[in-house]
Structures are given as C-alpha cells and as structure tokens.
C-alpha cells in the first residue's frame, strides 16, 4: 500500500487548506484511515479519522468544527478540509492506514495503522 500526501502549504490564521491522501495498492473496505500531525519536539498527534464499514468520523477537540474529513472511494484518496486556520496547527500532516477495522478506541492510537504516507506541510502564519 502506498499514500501519497499533498496540499500542504504557508496561508495566514482563518484561511482554508485542503489536503489530499492518494492511495493504492489496496482498496480499504474494512479499515481506518487517518491524519495525523507533528510538530518539532513533539508526539505524532491524531487529527482526524474514518473508519470502515459505518463511515464514522473522529476528530481530535482541537480542530472539531474547523476540520472535515472525507473519502472520495472512487478516486482512493482521503481528503482533509482545514478551515479558520490558527497558527497552532502549524505541523507535518501524515495520512495513514490500517491493515484491519480498528475498534472505537483504538482510532486514535498511532500504534493502529500499518501504513502511512509522507508529510505534507501546514504552515499557519499570525
């Protein structure tokens, strides 16, 4: 499986930008996929993710309401929409996915998914 990441870029605080998570070799029927965030100095952080089948969304407080993510299945990429943008957000944003459908609670967890794609930089200026 391979993700390829893109979007990534400098926009100023309350600005828009839409990340994108091309994937192939395997099609995700019964899976997670994830974006994750890291900034220097710090852990790999969950952002958002949808799980399959059921098509649940999860968000971490920090971006819910300013965040949406999203799956075109017929293009195999899963997409990010950040809007109102804060400096805060600034990080390394990396797509990942798992090999089987996690539960609830493991979603969140980095350790769950098996494959993951390059980082795409966001940068938030003041």
């Known amino acids: 499986v391979q993700l390829q990441a893109s979007g990534g870029g400098l926009v100023q605080a309350g600005g828009s930008l839409r990340l994108s998570c091309a994937t192939s070799?395997?099609?995700?029927?019964?899976?997670?996929m994830a974006w994750f965030r890291q900034s220097p100095g710090k852990e790999r952080a969950f952002v958002a993710g949808?799980?399959?089948?059921?098509?649940?969304?999860y968000y971490a407080d920090s971006v819910k309401g300013r965040f949406t993510t999203s799956r075109d299945n017929a293009k195999n990429t899963l997409y990010l929409q950040m809007n109102s943008l804060k400096p805060e957000d600034t990080a390394n944003y990396y797509c990942?996915?798992?090999?089987?459908?996690?539960?609830?609670?493991?979603?969140?967890?980095?350790?769950?998914?098996?494959?993951w794609g390059q980082g795409t930089l966001v940068t938030v200026s003041s």
């Open positions: 990942a996915v798992s090999a089987s459908r996690p539960i609830t609670s493991e979603v969140r967890n980095p350790r769950t998914y098996d494959y």
């Open positions: 070799g395997r099609t995700c029927s019964s899976c997670a």
């Open positions: 949808i799980r399959w089948p059921g098509s649940t969304t």
